[in-house]
C-alpha cells in the first residue's frame, strides 16, 4: 500500500510539476491567458482520450503491467520535454505526459481496490480511497511547490543550476523523468501479479441509491474540474496581469501548493471519518469552503500588492471542497469490486472532461469579461474568482436538482 502510494505522488507530482513549468514558459514566450488554457485543456484532452485506454489494458494485461506501461511513456514525454526548443515541441512533451498519467492512474486504482494486509482482512473502502487519494494529492502539491522554487527569479535556484550546468526548466524535466522511472522499477516485481478483487459484502455492497450516487458524484467532479483546472492554468497569468512586477510564478505556486494542501489535509479527514459514506448531504456541507475561497480572491485582487496570507487561505478552502466531490465520486465508482480499473478510468474520464473544458472556458471568459463589463476596470484576478463563483452557483444548483432522487433511493 505504501509503494502505490508513493508510486501515485510520483506521478501527480510529475505532471503538476510539468503544468507549472509549462505554464510560466507560455507566458515568458507572450502567449495570452486564452491560448495558455487551450494548451492546458489540450493536455487534458489526451488524458480523457487515453484513460479509458489504461482501463481496458489494466484489466486484460494486469494492473502493474498497465502502470509500467504509463511509466514508460512519461519518461518518453520527459526526454520529449527535455529536448524541446519550442513551444509546441514543449507541448507535445506535457500532452505525452497526461497520456502516460491516463495508462498509470486506472491501473494503481485497481491495484488499491484489490489490495489487503498480510492479516488478510481487507480494509474499509472508503480507507483505501483515502489512503489512495493522499498519494496523488501529496505529488501535486510536490509538484505545484516545486513549480514555483524551481523558478528563473529565484537566486539561490540559478547558482545550483550554473554549477550543474542546467536550467531550472531541465532540472524540473529530470526530476519528471525520475518520477516515471519509479513507477517501472517499483512494480516490476508485481509484473505477473492476478487481479484480485474482494467478495462483494459490506461496504462493497451493491445498494439502491449507487447508481444516482456515481452519475452525481461524476457528474459533479466534471463541473468542480472544470472550476479547479481553471484556476490552475490561469493562475500565473491572471496574477501577472494584476501586479505585473511581482513574481507571478511563486505566487501561483503559493496559491496551488495550497490548494493541494487543502484536499490532501480532508482526504485524511474523509479517511478517518466514515460519517459521509451514503450520506451525500454531508459531503455537501463540506463544499462550503469554495465560496470563502472565491470571496478571498476577489479581495486579494484589489490590493496594492499581493498578500500571501490571502492565496494560501484561498487555496486550502478550494482544496477542501474539491476533496468532497473527487472522494464521492471515486467511492461510489469503486464500491463494486469487480471491474474496478475500468470503473476508475470512467471516473477520470469525467475528471479529464471537466479539466479539458475548464481551462478553455475560463481562459475564454477572462478574455471577454472586459468587454462585458463596457471596458470598467477589473484585475485579471477578480476575473478569475468571478469564473469560480459562476461554477460554484451551477454546481450548487446541480447537487439540489438530484440529491433528492438519491436520498428517495435510499441514501441518507
Not at 94 to 116: E, H, I, K, R
Not at 129 to 143: D, E, I, K, Q
Amino acid at each position: 500500500m505504501v509503494l502505490l502510494q508513493g508510486l501515485n505522488a510520483c506521478v501527480g507530482g510529475a505532471s503538476y510539476l510539468t503544468i507549472a513549468q509549462a505554464v510560466a514558459s507560455l507566458r515568458e514566450t507572450g502567449w495570452e491567458a486564452a491560448w495558455i488554457g487551450a494548451s492546458i485543456a489540450g493536455a487534458n484532452l489526451f488524458y480523457a482520450a487515453f484513460v479509458g485506454t489504461g482501463g481496458a489494458l489494466a484489466e486484460r494485461l494486469g494492473r502493474a503491467r498497465a502502470a509500467m506501461i504509463g511509466g514508460g511513456l512519461g519518461m518518453v514525454a520527459a526526454a520529449v520535454l527535455m529536448a524541446a526548443n519550442h513551444p509546441y515541441a514543449m507541448l507535445s512533451g506535457m500532452f505525452l505526459v497526461f497520456a502516460a498519467g491516463a495508462l498509470f492512474f486506472p491501473a494503481n486504482a485497481g491495484l488499491f481496490s484489490d489490495s489487503a494486509p498480510a492479516s488478510g482482512v481487507s480494509e474499509p473502502l472508503h480507507v483505501k480511497v483515502s489512503r489512495y487519494n493522499l498519494g496523488w494529492s501529496s505529488g501535486n502539491a510536490l509538484g505545484m511547490a516545486l513549480g514555483g522554487v524551481l523558478s528563473p527569479d529565484n537566486a539561490t535556484v540559478m547558482e545550483v543550476c550554473r554549477f550543474i550546468g542546467t536550467s531550472p526548466r531541465h532540472l524540473g524535466y529530470l526530476v519528471v523523468a525520475a518520477s516515471f522511472a519509479a513507477c517501472v522499477v517499483g512494480l516490476w516485481r508485481w509484473r505477473n501479479l492476478p487481479a484480485r478483487p474482494p467478495v462483494a459484502d459490506g461496504d462493497r455492497a451493491d445498494h439502491p441509491a449507487l447508481g444516482r450516487l456515481t452519475w452525481l458524484g461524476r457528474s459533479s467532479l466534471l463541473l468542480f474540474c472544470m472550476l479547479g483546472m481553471g484556476t490552475v492554468s490561469l493562475a500565473d497569468p491572471a496574477i501577472h496581469a494584476t501586479w505585473p512586477k511581482a513574481d507571478a510564478q511563486g505566487l501561483a505556486a503559493w496559491l496551488l501548493a495550497s490548494y493541494a494542501a487543502g484536499y490532501f489535509l480532508m482526504f485524511i479527514v474523509l479517511g478517518w471519518w466514515s460519517g459521509w459514506v451514503l450520506k451525500p448531504l454531508r459531503l455537501l456541507a463540506v463544499c462550503c469552503g469554495a465560496p470563502v475561497a472565491a470571496t478571498l480572491l476577489a479581495v486579494t485582487a484589489y490590493q496594492s500588492e499581493p498578500v500571501v496570507p490571502l492565496f494560501v487561505a484561498a487555496g486550502l478552502a478550494l482544496g477542501s471542497s474539491f476533496a468532497s466531490i473527487y472522494t464521492a465520486s471515486l467511492y461510489y465508482s469503486l464500491r463494486r469490486p469487480t471491474g474496478a480499473s475500468q470503473a476508475a478510468a470512467r471516473h477520470e474520464t469525467f475528471l479529464g472532461v471537466g479539466s479539458i473544458a475548464g481551462p478553455l472556458l475560463a481562459g475564454q471568459f477572462l478574455g471577454l469579461l472586459p468587454l462585458a463589463l463596457a471596458g470598467a476596470p477589473l484585475p485579471a484576478l477578480a476575473g478569475l474568482a468571478m469564473w469560480q463563483g459562476l461554477l460554484i452557483v451551477i454546481l450548487l444548483v446541480w447537487q439540489l436538482a438530484h440529491l433528492p432522487g438519491a436520498i428517495k433511493a435510499g441514501a441518507r
